[in-house]
């Protein structure tokens, strides 16, 4: 693996399942980018607050100190759904690659109301959802449906034609 892969998505989407799975398959490190929260963010989260562009900044520039320091390959799991929050990171590694798990609202809602213990209220989803800017052509990545198991989404990203 030559560049960084940033798997990226709603709440709910599988981000951490998918990233700890897709990493051990590369053989390269993984995060959590949700470990890379301030407290003050987590705390928002947790009280059912949206974060701000002010709040995100200071973290997705956490995650891309991560990304600079594996620029030869890992795997870190971040929501990153806007252009701008991609760009920010594409500030710290040119050519990082992005998977966004994609699906329906409904999938989300579902996984998030069989989960317990993380600070990402269910509520949050709606504003996640209205947020979220699709991978554009220009960007380097790919859109896995979220859908099926966590090894036929790991198989899908194996066998892709990356870009």
Sequence with gaps: MSTPVVVMGVSGSGKSTVTAALAQRLRVPFADGDDLHPEANIAK????????????FPWLEAVGRWLADHEHGGVIACSALRRTYRDQLRRHVADVLFVHLDGSPEIFQRRQAGRSGHFM?????????ATLEP???????????????????????MTSDRP
């Design 45 to 56: 989260m947790s009280r059912g607050e949206a974060l701000d562009d002010g709040d995100r």
């Design 135 to 157: 991978l554009e052509p220009d960007e380097h990545g790919l859109v896995i449906d979220v859908d099926q198991s966590v090894d036929a989404i790991v198989d899908q990203f």
């Design 121 to 129: 209220p269910p509520s949050l989803l709606a504003s996640q959802l």
